[in-house]
């Protein structure tokens, strides 16, 4: 008998939140006799080559992932105009380094506590969230934290008003924790941080 915590961020008073009923936290539960109803096994399907060449390299053309993955050009191209129209491919971007470009950008990182409503539980909050044109990203996380929101800014100042002005005013936000952006290492697989070089004197034998 022994404590089973559910990962599927339900509001523990919703009546039909099933694993609320049976994994509250004050009550054990031996896990054979209740099992999460988020507990599935989903189908593991390997990402496509297409759809992995593009999201390394946005330029690549359709000749050379033709000639990577063994198909025909024409067939790439099709493939990529599916993915484009059922919106898998989002959209095309680039990875830029501001920093060395010479254009001063503040990002955060901010972890947002939320009461969910009924009905719509994370989702109400989530979109007013991700309107605001200077939020990058909006993610529902497990942890401490309900929501991770990633915002970009011209300073601290800035950002600091939208987290009082904004942010923290929305009906259903109950706490926030904001973290700088003090240096980028690695994005989106690309790294930023240059190697330096080790200078101690190579000694051979």
């Known amino acids: 008998m022994f404590h089973r915590w559910c990962a599927c961020k339900v509001p523990w008073e919703s009546p039909s939140n099933a694993c609320a009923s049976r994994l509250h936290p ?48 024409g067939e790439v191209r099709a493939r990529i105009a599916d993915y484009e129209r059922d919106g898998i491919i989002k959209r095309y971007k ?26 719509v539980g994370f989702d109400g909050v989530a979109e007013r969230i991700y309107r605001w044109p200077e939020v990058h990203s909006v993610w529902l996380v497990s942890g401490g934290s309900d929501l991770r929101v990633v915002v970009e800014g ?5 950002l600091g008003r939208f987290v009082a002005e904004k942010l923290s005013t929305i009906d259903g936000v109950t ?31």
């Open 94 to 119: 680039t990875i830029i380094d501001w920093e060395r470009a010479g254009v001063e950008r503040v990002f955060a990182f901010i972890d947002v506590k939320v009461l969910p409503a009924r009905d």
């Open 26 to 73: 004050a009550h054990s539960l031996d896990i054979t006799t209740a099992p999460c109803h988020t507990d599935r096994t989903m189908p593991s399907t390997p990402p496509d080559e297409i759809l992995s060449l593009l999201a390394r390299d946005a330029r690549i053309s359709a000749e050379k992932i033709a000639t990577l993955t063994g198909r025909e050009p």
């Open 154 to 158: 011209r300073d601290m100042r800035e």
């Open 175 to 205: 706490g926030t924790d904001t973290h700088f952006l003090l240096r980028r290492y690695k994005e989106d697989q690309d790294v930023f941080a240059e190697a330096e070089e080790d200078p101690r004197l190579v000694v051979t034998p």
